[in-house]
């Protein structure tokens, strides 16, 4: 497995971040990517990355659907991709109505065929050939004008390979059959069959493709507890987070995250946490949340235990492990990024030929 981390922007000193991130590909960290949520955006922090690394891979994720028009994607994936000499990984994501239209006041129906078409016009666009492009969504040039098709006055020198983050059956299908990469989430590996890659496998099967063209990168927090009782304070420290995610990530109807957790064999609970958090009673919703699945759904426990995990995760198809490391302080995150990278690292040496 490849290791990567996500930061963002926002929110942070944007110097301990940077710092967060040079100290990461010094511990050998193979990508980072970069969140936009409803903060800072992607593009400019993964220019300045740019330059203050020199092996990392670094990827946006991701950028949001519905927030740029293709080209305007497509211009931004291929900057990023020339200044990084090539490291640049285009992460896209169709988000959720809450930001897209609660935020960004843009439409959210039918992001299937946004995702579609958005893909399909910045690879042509990266060839630096005429766009010219008629859809469902977009047509390029605008019809009834005077515009005729152009092309953008560079190309790409580097490939870009592409990565959807999905959650639902159609949109994982899709994933599948048109994408480098996926970037997922909520991912509980018992219950990833059947909810996640029986949906990939068919995109991928209609593409002629198989599991090995695509690069699953999966993502959670990882911890390290020294015994049984600073592990129970952990989960207990975890459980309203999940909570938000099952109760308070989306829309008062639509939440992606909480159908996510409903197909991997938690339907009642997610439904019930969601209930009560969108009543206002957060510690209630808390309260529903196991140990067990915040164990199933992080990398947290002894080291034999995250070690043990991580076997799971890569034997049941992640190529990627998407770390985001705890910790109060800036050492604090490196040292149990670094643990982590060095498990990771010991688990391939497993299976090396």
């Known amino acids: 497995m490849r290791t990567s981390t996500t930061i963002e922007a926002s929110g942070a000193d944007w110097r301990e971040t940077v710092a967060f991130v040079t100290e990461a590909e010094k511990l050998g960290l193979d990508i980072c990517w970069v969140a936009e949520a409803w ?5 400019s922090p993964l220019g300045y990355l740019a330059a203050r690394t020199d092996r990392m891979l670094l990827g946006s994720g991701i950028i949001q659907l519905g927030t740029r028009t293709p080209v305007a994607i497509a211009r931004a994936a291929i900057t990023l991709s020339r200044i990084s000499e090539g490291r640049f990984l285009l992460g896209l994501g169709p988000s ?4 897209i239209e609660g935020l960004h006041g843009v439409p959210f129906a039918r992001p299937l065929a946004r995702m579609r078409e958005t893909v399909e016009i910045v690879r042509q666009a990266a060839t630096g ?3 010219a492009y008629s859809g469902r969504e977009f047509e390029i040039p605008l019809p009834g004008g005077e ?3 152009m092309r953008l006055s560079m190309r790409a020198e580097h490939d870009i390979p592409v990565y959807l983050a999905t959650l639902s059956p159609k949109m994982l299908e899709l994933t599948g059959e048109i994408a480098d990469g996926w970037l997922g989430t909520s991912f509980v590996p018992e219950g990833a069959g059947a909810a996640y890659f029986a949906h990939l496998d068919r995109g991928l099967a209609a593409a002629g493709r198989t599991r090995a063209d695509l690069d699953v990168c999966q993502g959670a927090e990882v911890a390290f507890a020294d015994d049984e009782d600073a592990l129970r304070a952990m989960v207990a420290g975890r459980k309203k987070e999940l909570a938000f995610s099952l109760g308070g990530m989306g829309s008062a109807t639509t939440n992606f995250y909480n159908k996510a957790y ?3 064999g938690w339907a009642e609970v997610a439904a019930e946490v969601r209930t009560r958090w969108q009543a206002g009673d957060r510690d209630g ?17 002894t080291e034999d235990m995250v070690r043990d995990r991580l076997r799971v995760w890569r034997d049941t198809g992640v190529d990627t492990v998407r770390l985001y490391p705890a910790g109060d302080t800036l050492d604090a995150r490196l040292t149990t990024l670094g643990r982590a990278v060095e498990l990771v690292r010991g688990i391939e040496a497993e299976t090396a030929p």
């Not at 919703?285 to 426990?301: H, K, N, Q, R, Y």
């Open 262 to 264: 409903s197909r991997q």
């Open 96 to 99: 959720g109505p809450q930001v």
């Open 39 to 43: 903060g800072s955006e992607a593009p």
């Open 285 to 301: 919703a808390a309260a529903l949340v196991t140990d067990g699945m915040v164990l199933a759904t992080t990398l947290i426990g």
């Open 129 to 131: 050939e005429k766009i």
């Open 147 to 149: 515009a005729k098709p």
